[in-house]
């Protein structure tokens, strides 16, 4: 049968639909791209907010209509949202022919087994196994899953459960065979990637992760994504520093600066952490990238409250900023607080937020211009028009790109999948221009 999968939600939930493909293809199923060819239509959910479990049953429902109009005969759905609310999709959306959550991924060859009524169906997921789906030459590496920090407006940890690491040998394996696939460029992702190894081998292991991944042979760019300040070591700091190898990128998610916010959402960082640690990576890694997050509207966030989140990122003029308004979610202490933000009032601020961080990314591509960087070289721009280009210093899915215009001259120097050298010509407030040099 024809497998198609879409994949909602984070690259997390990325890398769990990287191994159920490679599942289905051990399996002997054709993997297709186009759900019109599928047999059986696969939707990865992500349930982490409200926007994104309104996402997952619009796209459920849209990958329905296959099953009328094409030559779907089965829709599974699976992921996050699944685990939260399996009982009501069963209730609730006829359309899914199965749901597995991800706490049933241990048993998924049983689970389709059963389904698909193929005794055969006998592999299990496997990180080594994986089809991937990132634009070449990337890679995401999940060294663990679930979440122990229990912030008070997160459901990962009903979801995904409690912290857990992977084994570092499994870890250095995954990376060796995918180098040897051709892959460079290797992001760490996990809920909590700085507390890597505590709970296996009771002690911090990222630097010590970090220096392993360097030495194999194929290794080109490591970032690391997702990490907690009051966990980002002066060890980590240091072997980011030195290391070539690895991104000069800290994705360091604060939410809030108000002492008050931060206690009232369980953030293990204080105000005057969060200023300490940044002028520690500032002053050991001078050429720094700083991505954090914040949140706004959070139950019993004054006007006090709510500027000292904006005088904060004026200080900190952080290099890429993301915001969200706080979202409600059922079955987590924030859920019952008292002092509920009016929504109006949420988006309001987060505007605020949006608006003063554009002054701040303006300035800083600004200061970019007339610098040279070496760059992988992602895909080609819809319109045709540009090469779409990530440096060291962009994330892939969160941040900006370089964009080249597409010429004869780029054209003969610039392969897709590939890295090339370039210097920045122009910029606006997310993105930026290049042209090829190299």
């Given at each position: 049968m024809n497998i198609g999968l879409v994949t909602l939600g984070c690259s997390k939930n990325q890398v769990d639909s990287e191994m159920i493909l490679g599942f289905f293809k051990r399996n002997h199923f054709h993997i297709v791209n186009d759900p019109k060819e599928a047999d059986v239509i696969v939707v990865n959910t992500c349930g982490f907010i409200e926007s994104a479990k309104i996402e997952a049953i619009d796209t459920i429902l849209e990958m329905a209509d296959y099953k009328e109009n094409g030559r779907c005969k089965y829709l599974i759905a699976t992921g996050c949202l699944v685990k939260r609310y399996k009982k009501e999709i069963i209730e609730t959306l006829p359309e899914v022919d199965l749901c597995i959550g991800v706490d049933e991924y241990e048993d998924i060859d049983k689970i389709l087994s059963n389904f698909f009524n193929q005794k055969n169906l006998n592999h299990k997921l496997d990180f080594n196994e994986r089809v991937i789906s990132t634009n070449f030459p990337l890679a995401y590496i999940r060294i663990s899953d679930g979440c122990d920090n229990r912030c008070s407006y997160c459901a990962i940890p009903l979801i995904r459960g409690p912290f857990k690491s992977r084994k570092m040998e499994d870890i250095l394996k995954e990376v060796e065979g995918l180098a040897s696939q051709g892959i460079s460029e290797f992001c760490i992702i996990s809920q909590d990637t700085s507390k890597y190894g505590l709970d296996i081998y009771g002690s911090l292991k990222l630097s010590e992760l970090l220096n392993k991944m360097s030495k194999i042979d194929g290794v080109k760019w490591i970032r690391i994504l997702y990490m907690y300040l009051f966990e980002t070591t002066d060890e980590l700091i240091e072997e980011i520093a030195k290391n070539d190898k690895v991104c000069k990128y800290f994705d360091i998610p604060i939410q809030h600066f108000s002492d008050k916010m931060l206690k009232a959402m369980n953030r293990h960082d204080t105000k005057e952490l969060i200023y300490e640690r940044i002028a520690t990576i500032?002053?050991?890694?001078?050429?720094?990238?700083?991505?954090?997050?914040?949140?706004?509207?959070?139950?019993?966030?004054?006007?006090?409250?709510?500027?000292?989140?904006?005088?904060?990122?004026?200080?900190?003029?952080?290099?890429?900023?993301?915001?969200?308004?706080?979202?409600?979610?059922?079955?987590?202490?924030?859920?019952?607080?008292?002092?509920?933000?009016?929504?109006?009032?949420?988006?309001?601020?987060?505007?605020?937020?949006?608006?003063?961080?554009?002054?701040?990314?303006?300035?800083?591509?600004?200061?970019?211009?007339?610098?040279?960087?070496?760059?992988?070289?992602?895909?080609?721009?819809?319109?045709?028009n540009y090469f779409v280009c990530r440096s060291m210093m962009e994330a892939p899915d969160v941040d900006g790109r370089i964009y080249i215009k597409i010429d004869k001259e780029s054209t003969e120097k610039i392969i897709v999948g590939e890295y090339a050298k370039v210097k920045i010509i122009d910029f606006n407030e997310y993105d930026l221009f290049a042209d090829v040099i190299d």
């Open positions: 500032r002053k050991k890694v001078p050429d720094a990238i700083l991505r954090t997050t914040v949140i706004t509207g959070f139950p019993g966030e004054t006007e006090e409250d709510f500027k000292e989140l904006i005088d904060g990122i004026k200080d900190l003029r952080f290099d890429r900023l993301g915001a969200f308004a706080y979202s409600r979610e059922e079955d987590t202490k924030a859920y019952d607080m008292n002092e509920q933000i009016p929504e109006k009032l949420k988006e309001e601020r987060l505007r605020k937020v949006f608006e003063t961080q554009e002054k701040i990314s303006y300035e800083i591509g600004k200061n970019r211009v007339g610098k040279e960087y070496e760059v992988i070289v992602e895909d080609v721009s819809e319109d045709e």
